[in-house]
């Protein structure tokens, strides 16, 4: 049986958590994405706000991650879409994790990947946005290529010593 050379998209499994691990760890090892590498990735990946998760497939191999959240307390992006549209942050959901392995670029899979958390916001009754570190010019540029719309950039505290610039999207209506 030959993998299949398209890439899709499943949700995610527990079983998929060990693969997304090691993923994320390439991804931070070259892109710097997350920023700050987490202690414990599986429950970076399994965020308490999550909503779903999915995961691409190329070649039969994982090959990239994006989750879909509620919004919390630090996500800026929901206040700014709610301050715009007048609509209550809480009817926006957050598209995050995402992350494709550097030898599957290339082929659309972060592009699938967010089509596939913003059709689930949508399905919820749920507008998606999502944030990205405004010193991750490839992840801005995806987003604006797919139409997202740039709220702000503001900047936020991760950190007792660390404030980090991040850029805030929503998706088109």
């Known amino acids: ?74 996500d800026a992006a929901p206040g700014l879409w709610s301050a715009r549209t007048g609509v209550g942050a809480d009817a926006a959901a957050v598209v995050n994790r995402l992350f494709v392995a550097p030898w599957a670029r290339g082929h659309g899979i972060g592009a699938l990947l967010i089509a596939r958390a913003a059709a689930e916001a949508r399905e919820r009754r749920l507008h998606p946005v999502l944030d990205v570190a405004a010193s991750d010019t490839a992840a801005a540029a995806l987003y604006e290529r797919l139409g997202w719309r740039l709220l702000a950039t503001v900047e936020q505290r991760w950190g007792p010593e660390q404030k980090v610039a991040v850029r805030c999207y929503a998706a088109a209506a």
């Open 1 to 74: 049986m030959r993998a299949d050379p398209h890439p899709g998209t499943r949700r995610r499994t527990g079983r998929d958590l060990g693969d997304c691990a090691r993923m994320l760890r390439e991804v931070h090892e070259r892109d710097g994405y997350p920023l700050n590498w987490p202690g414990h990735p599986e429950t970076w990946l399994t965020p308490p706000s999550l909503v779903a998760s999915w995961v691409a497939e190329l070649d039969g191999r994982v090959a990239g991650h994006v989750g879909l959240s509620r919004s919390g307390p630090g």
